[in-house]
């Protein structure tokens, strides 16, 4: 993909991380203001497998895991490319990027799946 | 020209020197002179040069901002020594050393073909691709000075390289194409009668082309000339975002020819009138 389009994405998805962001925020932090509910209580298991069967839940956290695994990991490979690389070495950055964010999007994939499925 | 209106000021000069055949590596000399004001670096430098190091090496030319030749890293700033005045610094002891970023030929001597590579890498040019029209010309190309007005700061660069020299990333990483191409890259592509966006693409939409820009802004600080590169990689960026989802600058609206027929009306409009005997 040209590079205009890979930093397009990469700039396109910060609102979105920023909106998402918030949405956790405040469901996990400020749960006694938006929810009326202890921030102790709203961090235990039961609540969190209770909350991740929620369609909302299982949509908003497999978007933030898909843009802020991509935010991320563009920004790392751009310090990472900086370095004074081989050509060799620049392919082995760019596939060894592609293969950690794809692993763990399939292990964020695997858990938010879990939880919406099969939890509690 | 300006008056001696001060006495003469001792002023140390620390001098990088460095030469290939005798040494492996740069060292600092140190000469003591009388500076008067409104000396330039560029002047002190000829003066050391003519009564105490004659083998000092410099490149120098125009000795007045135009040509961009005597380009210098003077107290740690990429500056034309034509354009520094010694007193203006503000130190008794001046350091000059060559321009970083580049590979040192002989002291203050900088190796700039990095700087002519890149900016040849993104086509420094008009490109017109009607080749009817480059064949049978049917008439002129219009810019009108708002279309000028927009690129016009762009096109004041004299490729003195101290954008480069300034530059933290082009420190980092060598193969960034730095501010000065990417700038030219613009000052080109935004031109209404360029349509070569596409033929610059190979170098610009690459990892080492603008999005590698940090936005230190050192480039625009160090321009002698007052043009903005920091600000032109921005604009390149968003024409180049434009273009990759398809609002980029249309072929119809790049060639802008006006009929002969127009150019002649338009002259007999605004012709003074005939002069008359009296």
């Known amino acids: 993909m040209r590079e205009t389009r890979l930093w397009s994405l990469h700039i396109l998805v910060i609102p979105i991380i920023a909106v998402l962001l918030g949405m956790h925020f405040a469901v996990m932090h400020y749960a006694p203001v938006f929810y009326g509910m202890s921030v102790e209580k709203a961090r235990e298991f039961s609540t969190m497998i209770e909350r991740g069967k929620s369609v909302s839940q299982f949509v908003i956290y497999m978007l933030l895991l898909v843009a802020s695994l991509y935010h991320g990991l563009y920004g790392l490979r751009g310090i990472l490319r900086e370095l004074p690389l081989t050509p060799r070495l620049v392919k082995v950055v760019d596939i060894g990027i592609l293969l950690f964010g794809l692993f763990i999007f399939a292990l964020g994939t695997y858990v938010t799946w879990w939880t919406f499925n099969f939890g509690g | ?278």
């Not at chain 2, 603008?210 to 936005?215: I, S």
């Open chain 2, 1 to 278: 020209m300006s008056a001696k209106t001060t006495t003469p000021r001792e002023i140390i000069f620390r001098v990088r020197r460095f030469d290939p055949d005798t040494d492996t590596v740069p060292h600092w000399d140190e000469f003591r002179m009388h500076v008067h004001d409104g000396m330039t670096v560029l002047e002190a430098l000829h003066q050391l040069k003519a009564e105490q190091t004659p083998n000092l090496a410099y490149r120098s030319s125009c000795r007045m901002g135009v040509c961009g030749s005597c380009g210098m890293f003077v107290n740690d700033l990429p500056m034309l020594a034509c354009q520094t005045q010694v007193l203006h610094l503000g130190t008794d002891v001046v350091t000059v050393a060559p321009l970083p970023n580049y590979p040192n030929v002989k002291d203050l001597v900088p190796n700039l073909e990095p700087l002519i590579q890149k900016h040849a890498a993104i086509k420094p040019f008009i490109i017109f691709t009607n080749q009817e029209e480059i064949d049978e010309p049917t008439g002129e190309f219009i810019q009108t000075p708002e279309e000028r007005e927009s690129i016009s700061q762009f096109t004041h660069c004299i490729k003195c390289g101290l954008c480069l020299a300034a530059c933290p990333t082009v420190a980092t990483d060598p193969q960034f194409l730095g501010p000065q191409a990417l700038a030219q890259a613009y000052r080109y592509s935004a031109d209404n009668r360029d349509c070569g966006l596409k033929e610059r693409l190979v170098a610009l939409d690459a990892f080492h082309g603008p999005y590698q820009c940090h936005m230190a802004g050192a480039c625009s600080q160090a321009c002698p000339k007052g043009v903005d590169p920091a600000f032109a990689i921005q604009l390149l960026k968003r024409t180049l975002v434009l273009d990759s989802i398809g609002f980029g600058k249309k072929k119809s609206k790049l060639a802008k020819v006006m009929p002969l027929a127009d150019v002649v009306k338009q002259i007999e409009e605004f012709a003074p009138p005939p002069r008359t005997a009296k």
